[in-house]
């Protein structure tokens, strides 16, 4: 099991371009979030996606949308990034309480 | 006032201390709890879930305080590899309801 996959790894936009970032796991699971890191900050959690077809805003969605592709797959996308965006991005799965945690995407706004 | 707070720290202790986190949330509603270990540059991976009663594996012991709303980690005879920062999630019924401390610092010495 890969267990849950993002990419890119890195990633460097301009301000004004769009990008979306890809997340999947293999662990049939039926909750995905999408967070940020930011120093200090914590995790925030930007959207969530309870089971496949629904989605929901969590802390922080201005600025991201997200599509939950399937059970395997919860994309999220920047459609005119900006400074304030730069941060580490999460992606995780739960079947119930724990989550599991991809590897993150390192995303730098210039 | 955050919902879930957690001294910063870093805390430097020397290796084969006993060191102690506590974490103070705000929600009496809160249902869950858990410790998370993230090691520098890499994803949150689960530590230990904390049980009313108090749960301990190996050198680590996690408590929780419903009345005085904390959950505490001990780590007893420190290693170098548990070097990390430290972070305490709080969950409540919903899917959405998962919030993550800012996480504390720990550094062990030879």
């Known amino acids: 099991n890969a267990g849950v996959t993002q990419t890119p790894k890195f990633q460097v936009l301009k301000t004004g371009q769009s990008m979306t970032l890809q997340c999947a796991q293999d662990m049939n699971h039926n909750s995905m979030y999408w967070y940020r890191q ?28 997200v599509s939950r592709l399937n059970k395997r797959e919860f994309s999220l996308r920047l459609e005119s990034a900006a400074p304030s965006q730069t941060s580490v991005y999460f992606c995780a799965s739960t079947p119930d309480r724990e989550q599991f945690f991809g590897p993150g995407t390192r995303l730098t706004v210039l | ?41 890499k994803e949150p991976k689960l530590l230990m879930s904390v049980y009313s009663s108090g749960n301990e594996d190996g050198r680590f012991t996690a408590q929780l305080n419903r009345a005085s709303q904390y959950i505490s980690l001990l780590i007893r005879d420190s290693k170098l590899s548990d070097s990390a920062t430290y972070l305490c999630v709080v969950s409540y ?9 800012s996480g504390t610092r720990l550094s062990i010495r030879p």
């Open chain 2, 1 to 41: 006032r955050k919902e879930v707070e957690q001294d910063p720290g870093p805390f430097n202790v020397p290796e084969g201390a006993t060191v102690a986190f506590n974490c103070t949330y705000s929600n009496s509603a809160s249902q869950s709890f858990f410790w998370y270990r993230q090691d520098c540059r």
């Open chain 1, 38 to 65: 930011d120093p200090g900050m914590g995790l925030r959690l930007i959207y969530y996606s309870a089971s496949e077809g629904t989605t929901d805003k969590g802390e922080v969605p201005n600025g991201y949308n």
């Open chain 2, 93 to 101: 019924s919903s899917a959405s309801k998962i919030i993550f401390g």
